[in-house]
Protein backbone atom coordinates (compact mmCIF):
# COMPACT_ATOMS: atom_id res chain seq x y z
CA UNK A 1 0.00 0.00 0.00
CA UNK A 2 1.99 2.20 0.87
CA UNK A 3 4.39 2.12 -2.17
CA UNK A 4 1.84 4.27 -3.82
CA UNK A 5 3.17 7.15 -1.37
CA UNK A 6 6.69 6.82 -2.56
CA UNK A 7 5.66 9.21 -5.59
CA UNK A 8 5.54 11.79 -3.23
CA UNK A 9 9.67 11.48 -3.23
CA UNK A 10 9.90 10.08 -6.94
CA UNK A 11 8.12 12.95 -8.48
CA UNK A 12 9.77 15.45 -6.09
CA UNK A 13 6.71 17.36 -5.39
CA UNK A 14 6.97 17.53 -1.81
CA UNK A 15 4.15 19.59 0.16
CA UNK A 16 5.66 21.99 2.65
CA UNK A 17 2.12 21.87 4.27
CA UNK A 18 2.92 20.93 8.25
CA UNK A 19 0.37 18.08 8.80
CA UNK A 20 -2.11 19.56 11.45
CA UNK A 21 -1.15 17.06 14.18
CA UNK A 22 2.26 17.44 13.97
CA UNK A 23 2.45 20.97 14.58
CA UNK A 24 1.92 20.77 18.82
CA UNK A 25 2.69 18.47 20.67
CA UNK A 26 3.67 15.98 17.98
CA UNK A 27 5.46 12.93 19.58
CA UNK A 28 7.49 13.26 15.96
CA UNK A 29 8.87 16.88 16.40
CA UNK A 30 9.34 19.15 12.77
CA UNK A 31 7.23 16.09 11.13
CA UNK A 32 5.79 17.05 7.90
CA UNK A 33 3.32 15.13 6.40
CA UNK A 34 5.73 13.65 3.16
CA UNK A 35 7.91 12.63 5.89
CA UNK A 36 5.44 10.74 8.07
CA UNK A 37 4.04 8.46 4.53
CA UNK A 38 8.08 8.48 3.31
CA UNK A 39 8.78 6.72 6.82
CA UNK A 40 5.43 4.33 6.53
CA UNK A 41 6.90 3.01 2.99
CA UNK A 42 10.23 2.57 4.18
CA UNK A 43 9.71 1.13 7.92
CA UNK A 44 9.89 -2.42 8.77
CA UNK A 45 9.35 -1.47 12.21
CA UNK A 46 5.79 -1.84 13.75
CA UNK A 47 5.88 0.20 15.98
CA UNK A 48 6.98 2.62 14.19
CA UNK A 49 3.79 1.60 11.63
CA UNK A 50 2.01 1.76 14.94
CA UNK A 51 2.94 5.16 15.89
CA UNK A 52 2.53 7.06 12.51
CA UNK A 53 -1.15 6.15 11.93
CA UNK A 54 -1.98 6.95 15.25
CA UNK A 55 -0.55 10.32 14.58
CA UNK A 56 -2.24 10.23 11.05
CA UNK A 57 -6.14 8.37 11.65
CA UNK A 58 -7.65 11.51 12.61
CA UNK A 59 -6.93 13.61 9.29
CA UNK A 60 -6.27 10.78 6.84
CA UNK A 61 -9.42 11.32 4.89
CA UNK A 62 -9.25 14.65 4.83
CA UNK A 63 -5.38 14.07 3.68
CA UNK A 64 -5.96 11.78 0.99
CA UNK A 65 -9.27 13.46 -0.53
CA UNK A 66 -6.26 16.52 -0.98
CA UNK A 67 -4.24 14.16 -2.56
CA UNK A 68 -6.77 12.51 -4.90
CA UNK A 69 -6.74 9.07 -3.77
CA UNK A 70 -9.58 7.12 -6.36
CA UNK A 71 -8.06 3.62 -5.44
CA UNK A 72 -10.88 2.81 -2.89
CA UNK A 73 -13.86 3.76 -5.69
CA UNK A 74 -11.53 1.74 -8.65
CA UNK A 75 -10.91 -1.23 -6.42
CA UNK A 76 -14.99 -1.14 -5.37
CA UNK A 77 -15.87 -0.84 -8.70
CA UNK A 78 -14.31 -3.76 -10.02
CA UNK A 79 -15.39 -5.47 -7.48
CA UNK A 80 -18.80 -4.86 -7.71
CA UNK A 81 -18.14 -6.35 -11.46
CA UNK A 82 -17.74 -9.72 -9.93
CA UNK A 83 -21.26 -10.26 -9.42
CA UNK A 84 -21.00 -11.25 -5.59
CA UNK A 85 -24.59 -11.28 -4.01
CA UNK A 86 -25.09 -8.34 -2.03
CA UNK A 87 -25.37 -10.46 1.30
CA UNK A 88 -22.21 -11.91 0.86
CA UNK A 89 -19.46 -11.46 4.25
CA UNK A 90 -17.28 -9.68 2.55
CA UNK A 91 -13.79 -8.68 4.68
CA UNK A 92 -12.17 -5.82 3.68
CA UNK A 93 -8.47 -6.37 4.96
CA UNK A 94 -6.32 -3.09 6.27
CA UNK A 95 -9.61 -1.28 6.05
CA UNK A 96 -7.60 1.66 7.44
CA UNK A 97 -10.85 4.43 8.14
CA UNK A 98 -13.16 2.74 6.44
CA UNK A 99 -13.20 4.44 3.07
CA UNK A 100 -13.62 1.02 1.21
CA UNK A 101 -16.25 -0.18 3.63
CA UNK A 102 -18.11 3.02 3.30
CA UNK A 103 -17.94 2.50 -0.63
CA UNK A 104 -19.04 -1.31 -0.63
CA UNK A 105 -22.51 -0.19 1.94
CA UNK A 106 -23.60 2.44 -0.57
CA UNK A 107 -23.27 -0.08 -3.21
CA UNK A 108 -25.20 -2.37 -1.53
CA UNK A 109 -23.07 -4.69 0.32
CA UNK A 110 -25.05 -5.66 3.99
CA UNK A 111 -22.45 -8.28 5.14
CA UNK A 112 -19.05 -6.33 6.12
CA UNK A 113 -16.09 -7.06 8.46
CA UNK A 114 -12.95 -5.54 8.27
CA UNK A 115 -9.12 -5.59 10.23
CA UNK A 116 -6.19 -3.38 10.62
CA UNK A 117 -3.03 -3.29 12.52
CA UNK A 118 -3.89 0.19 13.36
CA UNK A 119 -6.29 0.55 16.93
CA UNK A 120 -6.32 4.09 15.60
CA UNK A 121 -7.73 3.58 12.03
CA UNK A 122 -9.86 1.20 13.55
CA UNK A 123 -11.47 3.59 15.76
CA UNK A 124 -12.76 6.05 12.44
CA UNK A 125 -13.82 3.18 10.67
CA UNK A 126 -15.88 1.93 13.15
CA UNK A 127 -17.54 5.89 13.59
CA UNK A 128 -18.61 4.92 9.83
CA UNK A 129 -20.52 2.21 11.36
CA UNK A 130 -21.21 0.34 7.70
CA UNK A 131 -18.86 -2.85 9.59
CA UNK A 132 -20.80 -5.28 11.22
CA UNK A 133 -17.13 -6.37 13.20
CA UNK A 134 -13.42 -4.98 12.90
CA UNK A 135 -10.62 -6.77 14.85
CA UNK A 136 -6.95 -5.78 14.83
CA UNK A 137 -4.39 -8.10 12.60
CA UNK A 138 -1.18 -8.17 11.63
CA UNK A 139 -0.92 -9.29 8.23
CA UNK A 140 2.96 -9.99 8.74
CA UNK A 141 1.52 -12.99 11.11
CA UNK A 142 -0.50 -16.22 10.84
CA UNK A 143 -4.12 -14.68 11.39
CA UNK A 144 -6.59 -15.73 13.74
CA UNK A 145 -9.97 -15.91 10.89
CA UNK A 146 -11.06 -19.14 10.20
CA UNK A 147 -10.45 -21.55 7.17
CA UNK A 148 -13.28 -20.73 4.70
CA UNK A 149 -14.76 -17.97 6.10
CA UNK A 150 -15.41 -15.43 3.90
CA UNK A 151 -17.14 -14.98 0.22
CA UNK A 152 -14.99 -11.97 -0.40
CA UNK A 153 -11.71 -10.16 0.35
CA UNK A 154 -11.00 -6.70 -0.84
CA UNK A 155 -7.52 -5.09 0.15
CA UNK A 156 -6.75 -1.68 -1.40
CA UNK A 157 -3.88 0.43 -0.46
CA UNK A 158 -2.53 -2.08 1.78
CA UNK A 159 0.00 -4.30 0.08
CA UNK A 160 3.43 -3.93 1.04
CA UNK A 161 6.91 -6.18 0.81
CA UNK A 162 6.49 -6.42 4.67
CA UNK A 163 4.00 -8.82 4.40
CA UNK A 164 6.13 -11.26 2.30
CA UNK A 165 4.22 -14.03 1.27
CA UNK A 166 2.37 -14.33 4.50
CA UNK A 167 -0.66 -12.20 3.19
CA UNK A 168 -1.98 -13.73 0.45
CA UNK A 169 -1.26 -17.35 1.99
CA UNK A 170 -3.43 -16.23 4.31
CA UNK A 171 -6.13 -14.19 2.57
CA UNK A 172 -6.88 -17.19 0.53
CA UNK A 173 -7.07 -19.65 3.56
CA UNK A 174 -9.79 -17.52 4.75
CA UNK A 175 -11.62 -17.05 1.56
CA UNK A 176 -14.54 -19.89 0.87
CA UNK A 177 -13.31 -21.83 -2.18
CA UNK A 178 -14.97 -20.09 -5.05
CA UNK A 179 -14.59 -16.75 -3.44
CA UNK A 180 -13.25 -13.73 -5.33
CA UNK A 181 -10.12 -11.00 -3.72
CA UNK A 182 -9.46 -8.23 -5.23
CA UNK A 183 -6.13 -6.22 -4.31
CA UNK A 184 -4.34 -3.10 -5.42
CA UNK A 185 -0.74 -2.82 -5.60
CA UNK A 186 1.55 -0.73 -6.60
CA UNK A 187 3.99 -1.11 -9.44
CA UNK A 188 7.48 -1.40 -7.11
CA UNK A 189 5.79 -4.56 -5.64
CA UNK A 190 3.96 -6.02 -9.07
CA UNK A 191 7.14 -8.45 -9.68
CA UNK A 192 6.89 -9.85 -6.79
CA UNK A 193 2.98 -10.32 -6.45
CA UNK A 194 3.41 -11.74 -10.22
CA UNK A 195 5.71 -14.36 -8.81
CA UNK A 196 3.16 -15.28 -6.39
CA UNK A 197 0.43 -15.37 -8.59
CA UNK A 198 2.44 -17.55 -11.31
CA UNK A 199 3.04 -20.14 -7.70
CA UNK A 200 -0.31 -20.10 -6.93
CA UNK A 201 -2.01 -20.85 -10.22
CA UNK A 202 0.53 -23.70 -10.69
CA UNK A 203 -0.14 -24.97 -7.09
CA UNK A 204 -4.16 -25.22 -7.47
CA UNK A 205 -5.01 -22.83 -5.33
CA UNK A 206 -6.20 -20.12 -7.38
CA UNK A 207 -8.68 -21.16 -10.20
CA UNK A 208 -8.57 -17.45 -12.07
CA UNK A 209 -6.71 -14.40 -11.78
CA UNK A 210 -7.08 -10.96 -14.08
CA UNK A 211 -5.34 -7.74 -14.01
CA UNK A 212 -6.10 -3.70 -14.11
CA UNK A 213 -3.83 -1.13 -14.21
CA UNK A 214 -5.78 1.76 -13.38
CA UNK A 215 -5.53 5.07 -11.35
CA UNK A 216 -4.49 5.02 -7.68
CA UNK A 217 -3.60 8.98 -6.40
CA UNK A 218 -4.51 11.16 -9.44
CA UNK A 219 -2.67 14.50 -7.20
CA UNK A 220 0.44 12.52 -8.30
CA UNK A 221 -0.50 10.84 -11.36
CA UNK A 222 0.14 7.64 -9.72
CA UNK A 223 -1.35 4.38 -11.15
CA UNK A 224 -1.45 0.86 -9.91
CA UNK A 225 -2.19 -2.95 -10.52
CA UNK A 226 -5.81 -3.98 -9.26
CA UNK A 227 -5.90 -7.96 -9.14
CA UNK A 228 -8.69 -10.27 -8.95
CA UNK A 229 -8.26 -13.74 -8.56
CA UNK A 230 -10.69 -16.88 -7.65
CA UNK A 231 -10.22 -19.75 -4.79
CA UNK A 232 -10.30 -22.64 -6.45
CA UNK A 233 -12.82 -25.18 -5.34
CA UNK A 234 -10.27 -28.19 -4.76
C1 LIG B 1 -2.92 3.46 3.14
S1 LIG B 1 -3.87 2.66 4.36
C2 LIG B 1 -5.22 2.03 3.34
C3 LIG B 1 -6.49 1.95 4.14
C4 LIG B 1 -7.76 1.73 3.32
N1 LIG B 1 -7.79 0.41 2.73
C5 LIG B 1 -7.89 2.81 2.28
O1 LIG B 1 -7.83 2.49 1.08
O2 LIG B 1 -8.05 3.97 2.67
C6 LIG B 1 -2.99 1.16 4.76
C7 LIG B 1 -3.57 0.43 5.95
O3 LIG B 1 -2.82 -0.80 6.10
C8 LIG B 1 -2.71 -1.04 7.48
N2 LIG B 1 -1.56 -1.90 7.75
C9 LIG B 1 -0.24 -1.58 7.68
N3 LIG B 1 0.53 -2.61 8.05
C10 LIG B 1 -0.33 -3.62 8.38
C11 LIG B 1 -0.15 -4.94 8.86
N4 LIG B 1 1.07 -5.45 9.09
N5 LIG B 1 -1.24 -5.70 9.09
C12 LIG B 1 -2.49 -5.20 8.87
N6 LIG B 1 -2.73 -3.94 8.42
C13 LIG B 1 -1.65 -3.16 8.17
C14 LIG B 1 -2.52 0.34 8.10
O4 LIG B 1 -2.82 0.35 9.48
C15 LIG B 1 -3.45 1.19 7.25
O5 LIG B 1 -4.71 1.36 7.83
Known amino acids: MLLLFRVFCVNG ?18 LEL ?12 PEEVRHLYKIWAETYDHDLDDFGYVAPAV ?11 DDARIHDAGCGTGQVGSLLASAGFG ?37 NSVDGIISIGVYTKRFKNNFLKEMLRMLNPGGWMVFSCRPLYF ?14 AILKSSIVYDDYMLGQGAAAYYISLCKSSV
Open 191 to 204: DEVADSLKSLHKAG
Open 75 to 85: GVSIFKQLNIP
Open 111 to 147: NLHGSDFSDDMLAVAGGRRCYQSLVQADYTKPLEFSS
Open 13 to 30: CRSERRHPLLAGESPIPE
Open 34 to 45: NDLVNRLVATDD
